[in-house]
């Protein structure tokens, strides 16, 4: 074998050895990188998952909330005309009759996605139905609690509300409810008055019911998609 050809080959097996180095270097350092993001997508879904089963605790308490407000709104149309009402209930129905409610989400997991690239979800539909949940559904549920005019029933409800119902309750020695009148004496165009804000409170509560049991399978529904994606 000539020199030239020892050395052709000799130069020839070192580009293929440093070649084959570099492609495995760089198979090597993208493996881990896709580990690394593998890893970090989990640990956000994860955080994500359990923002999302605080959430459902949260609605499901707003929901009561408003069940027991639509409640209140039944109980003293009733007392309009029924002497014989129970009124073990009273004080319930009446703070409940026009609570608010504030929409709390536990954001933390899906903020962090957002600063670390909404793409780090590989999963497309599971990344879309996240977004949407966070920045669609949410957000409305907010606007819609929180400032909402007509869902503003403190504001807009007690005072007038509870000038009608006022002369009505009983009080004991120590200025503490003991019970109420009733029938309720309540004038007729303040009986009026008094149903048509019933009217309202009951069906802007049972509208926004509608909205948070949708909310509430949407919510439910991601975080199972999420569990899912976490199992692959």
Known sequence: M???????KKYTFEFLSIFVALISAFALNNWNDNRKSDKSENKILIEIANGLEKDIEDIKQNK?????????????RKALSDKNLSQD???I????????FISIQNTAGYET?????????????????I???YEFDYQILRKLEEEYSEMQFQENYFKEINHSLAPNFIFNDENLIMGIELPLKISNGEKKVFLLYLMKIQGNRNYIM???NQ???KVIEVRKDIEKEIKR
């Open 89 to 91: 209930s009273l004080k």
């Open 64 to 76: 009561l909330g408003h069940k027991y407000g639509i409640s209140a709104c039944n109980y003293f």
């Open 93 to 100: 129905y009446y703070n409940s009759l026009t609570r608010d």
């Open 131 to 133: 977004i949407s949940l």
């Open 2 to 8: 000539t020199l030239r050809k020892r050395k052709w």
């Open 215 to 217: 909310i509430e399978e």
């Open 210 to 212: 509608n909205f948070y």
């Open 113 to 129: 996605l957002k600063s670390r690239g909404l793409e780090l979800i590989k999963n497309d539909t599971l990344r879309l139905k």
